[in-house]
């Protein structure tokens, strides 16, 4: 795509996740380039959640920045949290199925940090939503592993697919959960002086 001005900075995506480039372009913005950030996303001891997921977002967006100066860097970090527990993405089918039968008939919490960097100043939000689960026979869990949905997301389930029939209430975000606010992310770019006019 042309850029009308190509003095504006472009605007990084620091994720490798596909989710959040479609939760942007469902608010009509298209990163210039996405760069993942590779870091190590293990909890501190005690790490309370929404402080992890601003971490997260924060050192993703940080890393990204320094190899693009002169641009605008978006990140996020996405992390479920059931009582005092993390779960994070299930390393395999035994895991998924472990997360599944915690989340079950309980109520969890995801937290998503997002983070925006320009010009070296950092901005960010954490958005915390609230969700709820039906109680989940084996056979659901089953048929919900073998889908393979699990995979590649934290806590085991996608809520913009399959899982969505295993959530009786959600207060807060939807893309949020997702992975993305897009209502923070959109506030964020804007203070910080980008346009989705310039991409
Ligand atoms: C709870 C939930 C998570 N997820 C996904 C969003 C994120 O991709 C992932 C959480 O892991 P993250 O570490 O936040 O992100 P990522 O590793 O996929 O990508 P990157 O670090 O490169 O930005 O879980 C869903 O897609 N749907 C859901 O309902």
């Given at each position: 795509?042309?850029?009308?001005?190509?003095?504006?900075?472009?605007?990084?995506?620091?994720?490798?996740?596909?989710?959040?480039?479609?939760?942007?372009?469902?608010?009509?913005?298209?990163?210039?380039?996405?760069?993942?950030?590779?870091?190590?996303e293990?909890p501190?001891?005690?790490?309370?959640p929404a402080?992890l997921a601003?971490?997260?977002?924060?050192?993703?967006?940080?890393?990204?920045?320094?190899?693009?100066?002169?641009?605008?860097?978006?990140?996020?970090d996405t992390v479920v949290a059931v009582g005092r527990r993390l779960l994070e993405k299930p390393?395999?089918?035994?895991e998924a199925?472990?997360f599944l039968?915690l989340l079950?008939?309980r109520n969890h919490r995801v937290f998503t940090g997002?983070?925006?960097?320009?010009?070296?100043?950092?901005?960010?939000?954490?958005?915390e939503t609230r969700v709820?689960f039906?109680?989940?026979?084996?056979?659901?869990?089953?048929?919900?592993?073998?889908?393979?949905?699990w995979?590649g997301k934290a806590g085991g389930y996608g809520i913009?697919?399959?899982a969505?029939?295993?959530v009786?209430?959600i207060?807060g975000?939807?893309?949020a959960v997702m992975g993305?606010?897009?209502?923070?992310?959109?506030?964020?770019?804007?203070?910080?002086?980008?346009?989705?006019?310039?991409?």
């Amino acid at each position: 795509m042309s850029r009308p001005d190509a003095s504006a900075p472009r605007l990084i995506l620091a994720s490798s996740s596909p989710r959040r480039i479609e939760l942007l372009a469902q608010i009509g913005i298209a990163p210039d380039l996405v760069d993942p950030a590779d870091i190590d996303e293990t909890p501190l001891k005690a790490e309370a959640p929404a402080r992890l997921a601003q971490r997260l977002a924060c050192s993703k967006a940080a890393v990204v920045a320094e190899r693009h100066p002169d641009d605008v860097v978006l990140a996020a970090d996405t992390v479920v949290a059931v009582g005092r527990r993390l779960l994070e993405k299930p390393a395999d089918e035994a895991e998924a199925i472990r997360f599944l039968e915690l989340l079950s008939g309980r109520n969890h919490r995801v937290f998503t940090g997002v983070a925006v960097i320009r010009s070296g100043r950092v901005s960010w939000r954490v958005v915390e939503t609230r969700v709820s689960f039906k109680p989940l026979s084996r056979d659901e869990i089953a048929a919900y592993v073998a889908s393979g949905e699990w995979r590649g997301k934290a806590g085991g389930y996608g809520i913009q697919g399959r899982a969505a029939a295993f959530v009786s209430r959600i207060v807060g975000s939807h893309p949020a959960v997702m992975g993305l606010p897009l209502y923070e992310a959109a506030n964020l770019l804007r203070g910080s002086g980008w346009r989705a006019e310039a991409a």
